[in-house]
């Protein structure tokens, strides 16, 4: 019973706080947290918890694929002098500034260097929140970043773990050669899901088949990955990024419909409980601290918490200046973003799911039977940070509106422009297409007046006083009106038992494809 009253309190605290938030300017990740930290006074729920390594090998990579899938491709690779900037240099700046900072507080190097390590990254599902308050660019920096340094982070980790422990010896070489394996490894293990991935899925014409296939892929590559001692984070970014690219041309509406909305669903889900664990993890931190006192532990929450966002600050307002001293290019000069801009990205550094988890899987031993110096303490800093960095999200809409962001219609401007294009297309083939197929006068009369209809309908976008918008705003209320009296006629036939409760559902989703058509609604926005 006890699985069951969590899974109730997860889906209860996820529509609550989902419901609040709508209502109220505050991120639903930060309301969860809250909640988590509640959950934690209850004695009979305070032992929910995961095993680290569920959170790494189940969690992390639906999460990665997911935000891999619904990504930028074209924007990461115009800004991938940034990403890799960032996703590396900037992950170790703040593992160094951290483990340094620890140290000074009274940490030994190695457990230092762990805490440094777990708190580098930061989290792609927290920085998900942002995507439909900012620029398309800014989002996809963001993410790319999260996705990537996940990577650089674990590698940092491993090596400061295994070394503290006894495990692992700190040479030049052999750093050098786990970054070599870990990024290499990592980039040919996703290539490689990802290329059988799609030869299997090509071959496949049974929708529900081919989601399952996708559904098993981004845990096949950090699985392979994982093998080889490489970066399994970084595995599955590169399976994601190039299915990104190929499913589209082999996967078919039906397997869309079907595996769309079901990520979605799930991965929104996961992100809820992990944003639940991260409350619960620093209540549970702070019952369990034992090698320093209450006050000295908080004291270096907060310490640790300011290096981490002063780190990313300077990174964020010195990088821009030097890379404009190096690269003096006219198209470098376009991109270039202003300070005031800046403090989004500045901001936003929030850790989460990698840095929990990392942190929790921290050995209690080391090799020689000793307990691993300081790791109740290092448990309950790094809850705290990730805590403390969440809460940044409450400031988000006071810095966006403080960075005076520029109004980003490049979405909707080339969601036009493809629709334009392919109506075009449509129309331009609609002759050769029709004979082809043999089909009769009639009806391409009748496709070529719903094609130049919907033409029109584009074209006036925007402009609620063209009699062509007029007309279809009242043959859209018109449809959707009559839908719902078909709905209610369907209802009825099903109540006087003149039809089975399976042919209603069937029926029924077939309105509700029309609905969903007439709307023009995004089931997964």
């Not at 010896?169 to 970054?179: A, I, K, R």
Request: glycine fraction near 6%.
């Amino acid at each position: 019973m006890f699985g069951l009253e969590v899974v109730v309190l997860l889906g209860v605290a996820l529509v609550a706080c989902g419901a609040f938030a709508r209502r109220y300017p505050i991120a639903p990740a930060v309301l969860l947290v809250l909640v988590g930290v509640l959950v934690g006074f209850v004695p009979h729920l305070r032992h929910a918890q995961l095993p680290p390594e569920v959170v790494l090998l189940l969690f992390l990579p639906a999460l990665l694929y997911w935000e891999s899938l619904t990504t930028s491709l074209r924007e990461i690779r115009n800004n991938l002098r940034v990403v890799v900037l960032t996703s590396t240099a900037l992950v170790f700046a703040t593992a160094a500034a951290v483990a340094a900072t620890a140290h000074w507080l009274g940490l030994a190097w190695g457990p230092a260097w762990v805490l440094g390590a777990a708190l580098a990254p930061t989290d792609a599902t927290a920085v998900g929140v942002l995507a439909h308050d900012l620029p398309r660019r800014t989002v996809t920096v963001l993410r790319a970043e999260s996705l990537v340094n996940d990577g650089t982070a674990l590698v940092l980790y491993g090596l400061a773990v295994g070394v503290t422990v006894g495990e692992e010896h700190l040479t030049g070489w052999h750093v050098t050669w786990l970054l070599v394996l870990a990024y290499g490894g990592g980039v040919l293990a996703g290539a490689l899901i990802g290329l059988v991935s799609w030869q299997v899925r090509r071959r496949m014409d049974d929708p529900m088949l081919e989601s399952i296939a996708m559904l098993v892929t981004p845990f096949a590559a950090f699985l392979l990955a994982d093998t080889i001692h490489a970066s399994g984070v970084l595995a599955v970014v590169v399976c994601g990024l190039f299915i990104s690219q190929v499913t589209p041309r082999i996967t078919g509406a039906v397997t869309r419909q079907i595996a769309m909305p079901f990520w979605a669903l799930s991965t929104t889900v996961l992100s809820s409980a992990l944003f639940v664990l991260v409350g619960l993890s620093a209540q549970s931190a702070v019952r369990g601290l034992s090698s320093a006192s209450i006050q000295r532990a908080l004291i270096d929450v907060i310490v640790v918490t300011g290096v981490v966002i002063g780190v990313r600050w300077v990174w964020t307002y010195t990088t821009p200046y030097v890379v404009r001293l190096l690269d003096r290019r006219p198209a470098q000069r376009l991109r270039r973003v202003p300070a005031r801009q800046r403090t989004v990205s500045a901001v936003a550094g929030f850790r989460g799911a990698v840095s929990l988890a990392a942190i929790l899987a921290v050995p209690h031993t080391l090799d020689s039977g000793a307990p691993f110096p300081g790791r109740d303490l290092i448990v309950l800093i790094a809850s705290g940070v990730i805590l403390l960095t969440l809460l940044q999200a409450l400031l988000l809409p006071w810095v966006v509106r403080f960075a005076r962001l520029p109004v980003d219609s490049s979405v909707d401007d080339e969601v036009q422009y493809a629709e334009e294009y392919t109506l075009d297309a449509a129309i331009e083939a609609l002759e050769t297409t029709a004979s082809e197929l043999g089909i009769d006068e009639m009806v391409i009369e009748r496709v070529r007046h719903e094609l130049d209809k919907q033409r029109t309908l584009i074209a006036a976008a925007g402009a609620e006083a063209d009699p062509a918008v007029q007309y279809d705003d009242q043959y859209t209320s018109l449809q959707l009106a009559l839908i719902s009296r078909r709905r209610e006629a369907l209802l009825e036939l099903r109540d006087e038992q003149r039809i089975d409760d399976i042919v209603l559902r069937r029926v029924q989703a077939r309105l509700d494809i029309d609905e969903v058509r007439l709307l023009r609604a995004d089931p997964l926005e």
